[in-house]
Protein backbone atom coordinates (compact mmCIF):
# COMPACT_ATOMS: atom_id res chain seq x y z
CA UNK A 1 0.00 0.00 0.00
CA UNK A 2 1.30 3.49 -0.86
CA UNK A 3 1.17 6.26 1.59
CA UNK A 4 2.80 9.56 1.68
CA UNK A 5 2.67 11.96 4.69
CA UNK A 6 3.79 15.89 4.42
CA UNK A 7 5.56 17.37 7.71
CA UNK A 8 7.04 21.21 8.20
CA UNK A 9 5.95 24.11 10.11
CA UNK A 10 2.81 25.29 10.11
CA UNK A 11 4.03 29.26 10.27
CA UNK A 12 6.85 30.84 8.70
CA UNK A 13 7.72 34.24 8.29
CA UNK A 14 8.17 36.24 5.03
CA UNK A 15 11.64 36.08 3.90
CA UNK A 16 11.79 32.60 5.62
CA UNK A 17 13.10 29.14 3.93
CA UNK A 18 10.09 26.59 4.30
CA UNK A 19 11.72 23.22 4.38
CA UNK A 20 9.37 20.37 4.09
CA UNK A 21 9.48 16.38 3.84
CA UNK A 22 7.66 14.01 2.48
CA UNK A 23 8.07 10.07 4.00
CA UNK A 24 6.36 7.67 2.10
CA UNK A 25 5.91 4.33 2.17
CA UNK A 26 5.17 1.42 -0.49
CA UNK A 27 7.70 1.91 -3.03
CA UNK A 28 11.47 2.65 -3.48
CA UNK A 29 12.87 5.87 -4.85
CA UNK A 30 15.43 3.51 -6.15
CA UNK A 31 13.37 1.89 -8.32
CA UNK A 32 13.83 2.38 -12.03
CA UNK A 33 10.93 4.86 -13.31
CA UNK A 34 9.64 5.78 -9.69
CA UNK A 35 9.26 9.71 -8.44
CA UNK A 36 8.09 12.10 -6.04
CA UNK A 37 6.21 15.79 -7.09
CA UNK A 38 5.81 18.43 -4.35
CA UNK A 39 2.11 20.58 -5.10
CA UNK A 40 0.24 23.50 -3.81
CA UNK A 41 -2.98 24.98 -3.75
CA UNK A 42 -3.45 28.39 -1.98
CA UNK A 43 -7.04 29.15 -0.89
CA UNK A 44 -9.32 29.35 -3.14
CA UNK A 45 -6.89 29.09 -6.29
CA UNK A 46 -5.75 25.83 -8.57
CA UNK A 47 -3.28 23.30 -8.19
CA UNK A 48 0.14 24.40 -8.88
CA UNK A 49 3.45 21.60 -9.51
CA UNK A 50 6.01 22.77 -7.53
CA UNK A 51 9.28 20.09 -8.31
CA UNK A 52 9.84 16.42 -8.96
CA UNK A 53 12.49 14.25 -8.27
CA UNK A 54 12.65 11.09 -10.09
CA UNK A 55 14.86 7.74 -8.74
CA UNK A 56 18.07 8.55 -10.71
CA UNK A 57 18.04 11.97 -9.01
CA UNK A 58 16.90 14.05 -11.77
CA UNK A 59 15.05 17.13 -10.84
CA UNK A 60 12.47 19.37 -12.19
CA UNK A 61 11.08 22.35 -10.84
CA UNK A 62 8.15 24.16 -11.30
CA UNK A 63 9.10 27.22 -14.33
CA UNK A 64 7.93 30.77 -12.30
CA UNK A 65 9.83 29.68 -9.08
CA UNK A 66 13.00 27.38 -10.05
CA UNK A 67 14.84 30.15 -8.21
CA UNK A 68 13.45 29.39 -4.99
CA UNK A 69 12.96 25.99 -4.90
CA UNK A 70 15.49 22.92 -4.17
CA UNK A 71 14.25 19.77 -4.18
CA UNK A 72 16.16 15.80 -2.80
CA UNK A 73 15.83 13.09 -1.55
CA UNK A 74 17.28 10.40 0.97
CA UNK A 75 16.43 7.12 -0.25
CA UNK A 76 17.41 5.22 2.38
CA UNK A 77 14.96 7.17 4.95
CA UNK A 78 12.23 6.75 2.20
CA UNK A 79 11.97 10.61 2.44
CA UNK A 80 11.53 13.71 -0.25
CA UNK A 81 12.84 17.38 0.93
CA UNK A 82 11.67 20.85 -0.84
CA UNK A 83 12.86 24.19 0.06
CA UNK A 84 10.89 26.88 -0.92
CA UNK A 85 13.24 30.19 -0.20
CA UNK A 86 12.82 33.86 0.33
CA UNK A 87 9.05 33.21 1.73
CA UNK A 88 6.06 35.50 1.28
CA UNK A 89 2.66 36.00 2.29
CA UNK A 90 1.16 34.52 -0.96
CA UNK A 91 3.02 31.62 -0.52
CA UNK A 92 0.64 30.66 1.74
CA UNK A 93 -1.12 27.22 0.70
CA UNK A 94 -1.77 23.63 1.72
CA UNK A 95 1.56 21.79 0.11
CA UNK A 96 0.85 18.29 -0.85
CA UNK A 97 3.63 15.84 -1.83
CA UNK A 98 2.26 12.77 -4.55
CA UNK A 99 3.88 10.02 -6.72
CA UNK A 100 2.98 10.88 -10.18
CA UNK A 101 4.84 9.09 -12.74
CA UNK A 102 4.60 7.34 -15.67
CA UNK A 103 4.08 3.35 -15.35
CA UNK A 104 2.68 3.79 -12.20
CA UNK A 105 -0.56 4.33 -10.11
CA UNK A 106 -0.93 8.21 -8.48
CA UNK A 107 -0.99 8.48 -4.72
CA UNK A 108 -1.51 11.95 -2.87
CA UNK A 109 -0.65 12.50 0.82
CA UNK A 110 -3.25 14.60 3.15
CA UNK A 111 -1.24 17.95 2.53
CA UNK A 112 0.28 20.54 5.10
CA UNK A 113 -1.17 23.93 5.90
CA UNK A 114 1.79 26.71 5.56
CA UNK A 115 0.94 29.97 6.48
CA UNK A 116 3.45 32.86 5.54
CA UNK A 117 2.74 35.46 8.53
CA UNK A 118 5.28 37.75 10.22
CA UNK B 1 5.75 24.49 -20.72
CA UNK B 2 2.64 22.50 -21.64
CA UNK B 3 -0.66 24.35 -21.05
CA UNK B 4 -3.63 23.03 -20.16
CA UNK B 5 -7.37 24.73 -20.74
CA UNK B 6 -10.32 22.79 -18.91
CA UNK B 7 -14.32 23.58 -19.94
CA UNK B 8 -16.61 24.74 -18.80
CA UNK B 9 -15.06 26.38 -15.21
CA UNK B 10 -18.67 25.87 -13.83
CA UNK B 11 -20.73 22.83 -14.47
CA UNK B 12 -24.60 23.29 -12.89
CA UNK B 13 -26.47 19.58 -13.33
CA UNK B 14 -28.94 17.75 -11.50
CA UNK B 15 -28.88 14.50 -9.80
CA UNK B 16 -29.36 12.11 -12.79
CA UNK B 17 -27.70 14.15 -15.19
CA UNK B 18 -24.69 12.88 -17.37
CA UNK B 19 -21.84 16.02 -17.66
CA UNK B 20 -18.75 15.77 -19.34
CA UNK B 21 -15.61 17.54 -18.61
CA UNK B 22 -13.47 18.37 -21.45
CA UNK B 23 -9.50 19.36 -21.06
CA UNK B 24 -7.60 20.66 -24.06
CA UNK B 25 -3.39 20.51 -24.20
CA UNK B 26 -1.52 22.92 -26.10
CA UNK B 27 0.39 19.86 -27.89
CA UNK B 28 0.52 16.00 -27.65
CA UNK B 29 0.45 14.46 -24.43
CA UNK B 30 -0.49 11.16 -25.78
CA UNK B 31 -2.22 9.56 -22.91
CA UNK B 32 -0.06 11.08 -19.57
CA UNK B 33 -3.52 13.07 -17.70
CA UNK B 34 -4.83 12.30 -15.00
CA UNK B 35 -8.46 13.52 -13.60
CA UNK B 36 -9.13 14.36 -10.00
CA UNK B 37 -11.66 15.33 -8.33
CA UNK B 38 -11.44 17.78 -4.81
CA UNK B 39 -13.64 18.61 -2.33
CA UNK B 40 -13.52 21.87 0.27
CA UNK B 41 -10.94 20.85 2.67
CA UNK B 42 -9.89 18.13 1.44
CA UNK B 43 -6.78 16.32 -1.00
CA UNK B 44 -7.09 15.73 -4.41
CA UNK B 45 -8.51 12.32 -5.13
CA UNK B 46 -7.58 10.59 -8.09
CA UNK B 47 -9.99 9.37 -10.46
CA UNK B 48 -8.35 8.52 -13.59
CA UNK B 49 -5.07 8.08 -14.35
CA UNK B 50 -3.29 7.32 -17.85
CA UNK B 51 -6.66 8.92 -19.25
CA UNK B 52 -8.66 6.66 -19.03
CA UNK B 53 -7.97 3.82 -16.11
CA UNK B 54 -10.08 4.30 -13.38
CA UNK B 55 -8.22 4.33 -9.96
CA UNK B 56 -8.82 1.25 -7.72
CA UNK B 57 -12.19 1.88 -5.80
CA UNK B 58 -13.53 4.69 -8.17
CA UNK B 59 -17.12 4.30 -9.27
CA UNK B 60 -17.79 2.75 -12.70
CA UNK B 61 -19.86 5.78 -13.75
CA UNK B 62 -16.71 8.23 -14.15
CA UNK B 63 -14.91 7.57 -17.40
CA UNK B 64 -12.24 8.89 -19.00
CA UNK B 65 -11.40 9.25 -22.60
CA UNK B 66 -8.91 10.62 -25.19
CA UNK B 67 -5.49 11.03 -26.66
CA UNK B 68 -3.00 13.68 -27.51
CA UNK B 69 -4.36 17.04 -27.02
CA UNK B 70 -8.26 16.21 -26.38
CA UNK B 71 -9.82 14.71 -23.38
CA UNK B 72 -12.99 13.96 -21.72
CA UNK B 73 -13.97 13.03 -18.00
CA UNK B 74 -17.67 11.74 -18.50
CA UNK B 75 -19.82 11.06 -15.26
CA UNK B 76 -22.65 9.19 -16.52
CA UNK B 77 -25.34 9.70 -13.90
CA UNK B 78 -24.73 12.28 -11.41
CA UNK B 79 -24.72 11.55 -7.52
CA UNK B 80 -25.27 13.72 -4.60
CA UNK B 81 -21.37 12.98 -3.44
CA UNK B 82 -20.13 14.08 -6.88
CA UNK B 83 -20.38 17.76 -6.37
CA UNK B 84 -16.88 19.12 -6.38
CA UNK B 85 -14.46 20.25 -8.40
CA UNK B 86 -12.89 18.60 -10.83
CA UNK B 87 -9.09 18.92 -12.06
CA UNK B 88 -7.32 17.79 -15.07
CA UNK B 89 -3.15 17.26 -14.84
CA UNK B 90 -0.77 16.43 -17.47
CA UNK B 91 2.87 14.69 -16.69
CA UNK B 92 4.01 13.57 -20.02
CA UNK B 93 6.04 16.74 -20.16
CA UNK B 94 8.98 17.05 -17.19
CA UNK B 95 7.05 19.98 -16.25
CA UNK B 96 3.84 19.15 -14.37
CA UNK B 97 0.98 21.57 -15.14
CA UNK B 98 -2.91 21.53 -14.49
CA UNK B 99 -6.20 22.68 -15.77
CA UNK B 100 -7.90 25.66 -14.02
CA UNK B 101 -10.30 23.46 -12.29
CA UNK B 102 -14.69 22.56 -13.22
CA UNK B 103 -16.90 23.31 -10.57
CA UNK B 104 -19.23 20.99 -10.68
CA UNK B 105 -22.65 22.18 -9.02
CA UNK B 106 -25.70 21.76 -7.90
CA UNK B 107 -28.55 23.07 -10.21
Known amino acids: QVTLRESGPAVVKPTQTLTLTCTFSGFSLSTGAMCVSWLRQSPGKALEWLAR???????YYNTSLKTRLSISKDTSKNQVVLTLANMDPVDTATYYCARICRFSSVHWGQGTLVIVSS | DIQMTQSPSTLSASVGDRVTITCRAS??????LAWYQQKPGKAPKVLIY???TLESGVPARFSGSGSGTEFTLTISSLQPDDFATYYC?????????FGQGTNLEIK
Open chain 2, 27 to 32: QSISNW
Open chain 1, 53 to 59: IDWDDDK
Open chain 2, 89 to 97: QQYKNDLYT
Open chain 2, 50 to 52: KAS
